[in-house]
């Protein structure tokens, strides 16, 4: 059963302190109590409903057998609405109301504003919407990142343009967003520019919220850009791939990071999101090894909730799952202490297709897992891995 709670309040730090020195937060006789703060609203919300999702499939899968060290698996979620001092004021309420682990950190602005205090109470934590680099590099003891950097993916899509593509000589421009998110984009872009020795022509930062990219594209089109590297979440990529056609550049290829990939990227860009390019670590939905990951939530969702499925509900199902396996190693020593050496022990977590089997050391929090490229099928609704 989840609980779902909405801000109240600021709470303060002070509570914080006084809620880490309680045994077990979050664990009772009958209940494991784990948060998630989401952006459960605003521009970010099909990837925080889709999160949101992947983490009812875990726990009710788990609670459906018999729960987890005896005990039923119960959610917090806070809505952040996608901004970062919301996310805070959530994150400090979880604190102190007590919860034994927390899978679900928002937006990588919220991520970087809280990982000082997840670090310094050891606050167990699987980061699985937003893998940036800051929450593993370095290593933090009670932290770990299911996925990889999103300047890995970004270095992904542009070394496929390169060795795929035939684009070496090309003149490859980036859009990205002004904030730490967007600042890990373009550090993968510089990364694959210095490794294939790549030519940049323009590179443009956009404000968070921003809707019209008339102006930016009318500039990638007069320095006659080839490749783009587009750094949007969601609204900012259609946005993009719809001016592009509108301009009439229909040499130009597109790459993005997860953002995009996202039925309702698809949809909202029409026949402007066929064709473009995007790297991500989850399966597609249509893909064959994703089956068993599809039944499980057929099982537990209802058929509108299906419809919300998508890589982020892989990702953090994901997590969840490797949470729950972890848990219930532990099952005579339910403490945080031991979760993590079991997450950090090497085992291998295997999720049932969502993503490949992944694992954590005592020196590597970060699953780093692998990334494939794939295609935007707009006509048939799906995406395909990239020859």
């Known amino acids: 059963m989840r609980l779902i709670k909405r801000i109240a309040g600021v709470v303060a730090i002070g509570a914080l302190a006084g809620a880490a020195h309680a045994a077990e937060p979050g664990v009772t006789a009958t209940e494991i109590r784990v948060g998630e703060v989401l952006p459960l609203t605003g521009p970010a919300s099909f990837a925080g409903e889709a999160h949101y ?29 996608y901004v970062p001092a919301r996310g805070f004021q959530a994150a400090q309420k979880l604190l102190a109301e007590g919860v034994f682990a927390i899978t679900g950190t928002s937006s990588t602005s ?24 800051q929450a593993y590099n370095p290593v933090k003891k009670s932290i770990f990142v299911v996925g990889t950097d999103y300047s890995n993916a970004i270095h992904a899509g542009m070394k496929y343009a390169v060795e795929k593509l035939g684009k070496k000589d090309a003149r490859f421009g980036l859009i990205y967003q002004d904030d730490d998110f967007g600042a890990n984009n373009k550090l993968g872009y510089e990364r694959a520019l210095k490794e294939f020795g790549l030519k940049t022509v323009v590179e443009i ?14 500039r990638v089109q007069s320095e006659k850009v080839d490749f783009l590297v587009s750094g949007g979440i969601i609204a900012e990529n259609v946005a993009i791939l719809k001016e592009a056609k509108k301009l009439g550049m229909k040499d130009l290829r597109v790459t993005t990071v997860w953002t995009a990939h996202l ?28 089956a068993p990951f599809v039944a499980i939530a057929k099982k537990y969702l209802s058929a509108d909730e299906m419809k919300k499925v998508n890589r982020y509900t892989m990702a953090s199902y994901s997590g969840a799952s490797a949470l729950i396996q972890s848990i219930r190693s532990c099952e005579k020593d339910v403490t945080r202490a031991c979760v993590i050496a079991q997450l950090e022990s090497g085992r291998q977590f295997s999720v049932n297709g969502a993503m490949a089997p992944f694992g954590f050391s005592p020196t590597k929090h970060v699953s780093d897992s692998p990334i494939h490229v794939l295609v935007s099928d707009t006509k048939n609704a799906r995406f395909v891995r990239a020859p």
């Not at 729960?67 to 806070?78: L, M, N, S, Y």
């Not at 050891?122 to 937003?130: A, D």
């Open 263 to 290: 039925p309702i990227v698809q949809q909202l860009a029409g026949d402007a999101g066929d064709g473009y390019y995007t790297a991500d670590y989850t399966a597609d939905l249509s893909d064959s090894e994703a």
């Open 53 to 81: 999702l992947g983490t009812k499939i875990a726990y009710a899968e788990a609670n459906a057998a018999g729960g987890v060290a005896g005990r039923k698996i119960v959610a917090v979620t806070e809505d952040d609405g």
């Open 205 to 218: 930062p956009y404000k968070r919220g921003q809707k019209d990219f008339s102006a930016e594209m009318l």
């Open 110 to 133: 919220f991520l970087n504003s809280v990982l000082p205090i997840l670090d310094e109470q050891k606050v167990l934590t699987l980061v699985t919407i937003n893998p940036a680099e």
